[in-house]
């Protein structure tokens, strides 16, 4: 299964966030400028602009675009991605339709207000509050984000549908390796290469000793009956070295 985007989530989340930003920032002059009409008429007249539904159908547009714009990879990915596609469906169903019904309804009165101007209850004609046009223009416009705001909602609600939790990556998951078999070789001891004799003769019936030092000796010391050697002055060797060329002759 191909992982989440989250790349087009998080642009579906600005689109998001800048549609709530502009409903609320429209809902707001709408609110203020209704209010204002009513009192220009000296009466106080209901209008659907003084609900003040731009602002807290911005609200929602403006949680549903962070949810989205905040999604990362990590632990918490698929809680962003559930509480998205919830905020998102709401905006589809109720909010953003909402939104556009209100505010075209608002228009058809601004639009009649503008034009034919409006009587008290006594049907005396009121003069004709210079807002309106102001307000028609700005009530379209509420309008078209409403309906904006449908159909990005639609899109996050379908990519947050692409993917899941278990699209994710495991963070600090451990992957037990399978075990395998190498073959180990045996290293062969290798014999110790013979010690320089450094100009000294070896003692007779001695030999090389391929398994251990060599048993040469140099001529001024001699082995004792432990095997230890034991260094003999340089006089005492003369006069053993003399005996030995009198016992020869």
């Not at 790349?7 to 689109?15: D, F, I, T, V």
């Not at 556009?100 to 503008?114: C, D, L, P, R």
């Not at 034919?116 to 379209?140: A, K, Q, T």
């Amino acid at each position: 299964m191909a992982g989440f985007p989250y790349g087009s989530a998080r642009g579906l989340g600005g689109m998001q966030i800048f549609l709530g930003l502009a409903a609320m920032g429209l809902g707001s002059g709408d609110l203020v400028m209704g209010l204002t009409a009513s009192r220009y008429a000296s009466r106080y007249f209901f209008n659907f602009s003084i609900l003040g539904t731009g602002i807290w159908t911005g609200l929602f547009f403006l949680i549903a675009g962070s949810l989205a714009a905040s999604i990362r990879e990590g632990r918490t990915a698929g809680c962003k991605i559930g509480a998205a596609q919830t905020m998102s469906l709401l905006n589809t169903f109720i909010f953003a339709p909402g939104l556009t019904g209100v505010t075209a309804m608002s228009v058809i009165w601004s639009y009649n207000e503008m034009v034919h101007g409006s009587y008290d209850i006594y049907g005396n004609y009121v003069y004709i509050y210079p807002g309106f046009r102001l307000m028609f223009y700005l009530e379209i416009t509420l309008a078209v984000v409403g309906g904006l705001e449908f159909i990005f909602s639609i899109a996050t609600a379908s990519v947050c549908c692409c993917g899941g939790p278990y699209d994710q990556p495991a963070v600090n998951q451990v992957v037990p390796m399978p075990m395998m078999a190498f073959p180990t070789t045996m290293q062969q001891p290798v014999a110790p290469a013979p010690r320089p004799s450094y100009g000294f003769a070896e003692r007779p019936g001695t030999s090389w000793n391929t398994g251990g030092p060599t048993t040469s000796v140099p001529p001024s010391g001699a082995t004792g009956g432990d095997g230890q050697m034991v260094t003999l002055p340089a006089a005492e060797l003369g006069v053993l070295y003399a005996k030995a060329n009198n016992g020869a002759e």
